[in-house]
């Protein structure tokens, strides 16, 4: 290995010789030119690690020949060669800040001890710079696990979601991040907080990955994306995705860098450390605190963990649904089974339940015929989307009994929503309790309608054509009257022209609160002429509800996402109107039959029966679910 790299310019054939057998023989690798030209461009080729340069050149000499060396390599060490004359020249070139020069004729020996010097200089500085530079590495290491050690600290899940997203985000420069957690094993990701200019695109709420996103989460190491401006950091442990974490926007520069990706997978190390202790001492709680003879959680637990939750929906602005389930028939049950039985279904309840919930969901045994179940990140309306998931799953698998009887538990649901119905856990429960009661006297408990299909509910109300109308008056018959709630629900004779009337009411109430969530259905035997009689349906498109026209005469096209006209070929449609309203607050349903007084019909704001019309007509026409 050579001694060093050597460029030498001098235009004398002497010295070019002299170079040479001084130079190779002690065992540096030489390059010798004869003019500037040929020696900038030597220089340009490639890196040396000292010049000897005369500085008498024909066409570029003394101070110009510094200058012209420095600009083309500016670190670059210069020995000047010179005759005794040109000395004051070679102070100057010393000025410019050449290593130093030497004057004609050349002694070998004195030749070899400033190269020397000048090699030795370069390797203490070269190991200087190293020292400096690994001395640089240490202590921004030393901060980055300073900082990182206050993860293992974090005993709670959103805080630690906050200050992985801030470390991250300080350490890499960039101003935005998010973070998503692991449900079901690492299948699906849900998003769980988000810091600075971090965007959380639509349908990024749950994310499932895809073959190349599981090689590259399953590395576990982080990589940059959408060429260089994003960067994706998985968090892993013992080969388990825990988390991934997205941060966004580099600060002062266009993309991140490979010292970034470093950086990232250090974090990473400390935060699955620390993610992994938070839930293993999660699952360890409820692993301790479920019920000793059933799968659920015991109400010291489930009060614990949901007032937590509740300072966290609070803190940071989200939703929390708190369910009651209650087995209304078990004093029943328990005159006429043994117990055995009744805890062998009540333990397959729990199991469906258990199977609905998402990991996030506890259920508690609040009594013997009473459950708590508790929702986080879930609003009312979505508390009705998992009632009616549980209903679903519970449908005919809670039967009891033996040779000779035979029952089935009645299970009913009831919720309430932080911060709409209260912001304690005891108002919670009241309005739970509240709309239990008001459960008890709906149509749907009170009477046969709850087996029968849509349109079998809605003749049953309604009677026989001409049932409610006698010499041109509204006449209710005593099998009718037992769906009469004074104050919820009555039967009306009413213009044609009062669907139109309601309808209006309904696009008002909804266009001036946009950010209530529900959804209305409407039976008609003709859209067009419908959306001519109704305000501009171009403002519910921009709320929260949906609107869905049923029946028609033919298919249209509104191009709209929240109002849809859907063609449905059945009489039925043509034969009966209704309306059906339901959101966050309220519901309303009107059936009624056309006649020559006008439309005559029943309508009701019987919550639960509403909620449940809808269920019906959207598993019978299979429609979009929305409750």
């Not at 901060?143 to 300080?170: H, K, P, W």
């Not at 309904?506 to 305000?535: H, K, M």
Request: hydrophobic share 45%; aromatic share 10%; proline share 3%.
């Amino acid at each position: 290995m050579a001694k060093g790299r050597i460029l030498a310019i001098d235009s004398e054939k002497f010295y070019q010789r002299f170079y040479r057998n001084l130079l190779e023989e002690q065992g540096y690798e030489l390059t010798v030119t004869d003019g500037p030209a040929a020696g900038m461009a030597a220089l340009g080729a490639q890196s040396y690690d000292l010049v000897i340069a005369d500085i008498r050149l024909p066409g570029l000499e003394g101070a110009a020949l510094v200058d012209a060396i420095r600009k083309q390599s500016p670190q670059q060490e210069i020995l000047a060669v010179c005759e005794l004359q040109d000395v004051n020249i070679a102070v100057q070139a010393v000025k410019l800040g050449i290593f130093g020069y030497m004057l004609k004729p050349l002694n070998a020996e004195e030749l070899l001890l400033q190269i020397d010097r000048c090699l030795f200089r370069q390797s203490v500085n070269r190991e200087h710079r190293k020292l400096l530079e690994e001395n640089l590495e240490f202590h921004a290491l030393l901060s980055q696990y300073n900082r990182c050690l206050a993860l293992l600290q974090i005993e709670d899940l959103d805080r630690f979601g906050d200050l992985v997203l801030d470390t991250l985000m300080e350490l890499l420069v960039a101003e935005g991040g998010i973070l998503w957690l692991g449900e079901t094993g690492g299948e699906h990701f849900r998003y769980r907080c988000r810091r600075g200019l971090g965007r959380l695109r639509p349908g990024e709420e749950l994310i499932t990955p895809g073959s190349g996103d599981e090689r590259m989460m399953h590395a576990g190491r982080a990589v940059i994306l959408q060429e260089g401006r994003v960067l994706v950091l998985p968090v892993c442990h013992e080969g388990r995705v825990l988390a991934m974490v997205r941060i966004e926007t580099p600060t002062g520069r266009k993309k991140f860098s490979q010292g970034d990706l470093r950086i990232a997978d250090f974090v990473a190390d400390f935060a699955a450390c620390s993610l992994s202790h938070i839930l293993r001492v999660r699952e360890l709680e409820r692993g301790s605190l479920r019920s000793a003879d059933r799968d659920v959680y015991n109400m010291a637990f489930f009060r614990d963990y949901a007032e937590r939750e509740l300072f966290k929906a609070r803190r940071y602005n989200r939703k929390l649904s708190f369910v009651r389930l209650v087995v209304d028939n078990h004093v029943m049950l328990k005159g006429r089974f043994h117990d055995r039985d009744i805890a062998a279904v009540q333990a397959q309840m729990i199991k469906l339940v258990n199977g609905v919930l998402r990991d996030a969901d506890i259920m508690a045994l609040q009594s013997d015929d009473s459950f708590y179940i508790l929702l986080p990140e879930t609003d009312y309306w979505g508390s009705l989307v998992m009632q009616r998931r549980l209903r679903q799953a519970l449908s005919g698998q809670l039967r009891i009994g033996d040779m000779h009887k035979d029952a089935s538990f009645d299970v009913y649901m009831r919720s309430a929503a932080f911060p709409v119905d209260g912001a304690t856990l005891e108002t919670l429960e009241r309005v739970t309790l509240r709309r239990m009661e008001r459960l008890r006297t709906s149509l749907f408990y009170r009477s046969d309608l709850q087996l029968m299909p849509f349109w079998p509910v809605a003749e049953k109300i309604l009677g026989p054509p001409d049932t409610l109308l006698a010499e041109g008056r509204l006449r209710v018959p005593e099998a009718l009257k037992r769906f009469v709630v004074p104050g919820r629900s009555c039967y009306a004779l009413m213009p044609d022209s009062r669907l139109i009337e309601i309808l209006r009411a309904f696009c008002r109430e909804v266009t001036e609160s946009p950010r209530v969530r529900g959804v209305i259905y409407c039976g008609c035997s003709d859209f067009e002429a419908l959306r001519a009689n109704l305000r501009p349906l171009q403002e519910i498109e921009q709320t929260a509800t949906s609107f869905f026209l049923l029946g028609g005469n033919k298919r249209v096209d509104w191009q709209m996402q929240r109002v849809m006209p859907i063609f449905i070929d059945d009489a039925a449609f043509r034969q009966t109107t209704f309306l059906l309203y339901l959101n966050e607050d309220y519901a309303y349903a009107l059936f009624a039959r056309p006649s020559a007084e006008g439309l005559i019909g029943f309508h009701t704001s019987d919550f639960y029966f509403v909620e449940n019309m809808i269920a019906r007509l959207q598993e019978q026409y299979q429609l979009r679910a929305q409750v």
